[in-house]
């Protein structure tokens, strides 16, 4: 065997997973994943967002047979929002998508987003699914339809949805963007701030099989009205964007 060790080649794109105590999901969920991704090369990195079930066993397990599966983990929970800038963090490729760890997004949709990513080209800064025919209860469908017209007529985001998990967009982009406890739901908003636009993808939600959602429905509700008059205030500091070359000095 040499002595020098040949680097693995980095994938076309990483799809990053936060998850938090969704032992009974994760592992067809990955499975999935794998089959949408099939045609290309990929890795998953699933961020255990200080789970207290099982979840990290299963991972463990998951990993053994699958070298394209990475498993992070936060210690303490530190929310949606983390899990995804750690993930895309630690993530090898130059595109990136996201998915919810709870199956409720398919990811047969994943192949859709990253070619309506890379049709748009560098203007295009973010392909953002966009549930139809949502699995919740009519009170929640409710509190989400209410939000997203707040949203959309305080931001002027024009997103009818930015809760589903599923979303391409490149690597430094995500990490350009500013970072605040609760960003995720901010997305649409938060890349037009920094000059690209955005195109939506409709997906079809599915019902969650095992366990129940993990971030409390008036937590998060109570969180979001607070963060949009912050992303409000983000959006509005910046009226223009800098196009900016470089001149290169004369030849001597």
């Known amino acids: 065997m040499s002595e020098t060790t040949v680097p ?5 794109v990483s799809i990053v997973v936060p998850v938090k105590n ?3 999901n994760i592992g067809p969920l990955v499975d999935e994943i794998a089959a949408a991704m099939a045609d290309r ?3 998953v990195i699933c961020v255990d967002d200080g789970s207290r079930d099982g ?3 299963v ?5 053994a047979e699958r070298p394209w599966l990475r498993h992070l983990k936060h210690v303490v929970s530190c929310g949606q929002s983390a899990a995804l800038r750690s993930g895309v963090t630690y993530a090898r490729a130059d595109v990136v998508a996201t998915i919810d760890g709870d199956g409720q997004n398919d990811p047969k949709y994943l192949p859709e987003l990253l070619a309506a990513l890379a049709k748009g080209g560098p203007r295009i800064g973010l ?4 549930r139809v025919d949502r699995q919740a209860t009519s009170f929640k469908k409710l509190q989400s339809r209410v939000a997203n017209e707040v949203r959309m007529m305080v931001l002027d985001d024009n997103t009818r949805d930015t809760g589903c998990g599923l979303k391409a967009l490149r690597r430094d982009v995500f990490l350009a963007l500013p970072y605040f406890d609760g960003m995720h739901r901010f997305f649409p908003a938060l890349v037009q701030r920094d000059g690209y636009d955005v195109v939506h993808v409709d997906v079809v939600d599915r019902p969650r099989q095992h366990g129940t959602s993990n971030y409390g429905m008036w937590d998060r509700l109570k969180a979001s009205m607070l963060d949009l008059g912050g992303v409000w205030w983000l959006t509005n500091r910046r009226k223009h964007i800098p196009a900016v070359s470089e001149v290169k000095r004369d030849a001597q």
């Open 59 to 63: 991972l463990s397990t998951l990993q």
């Open 127 to 130: 392909a953002a699914g966009q």
């Open 8 to 12: 693995a080649p980095s994938p076309s």
């Open 22 to 24: 969704e032992s009974g």
């Open 41 to 43: 090369s990929f890795e």
């Open 55 to 57: 979840t990290a066993e």
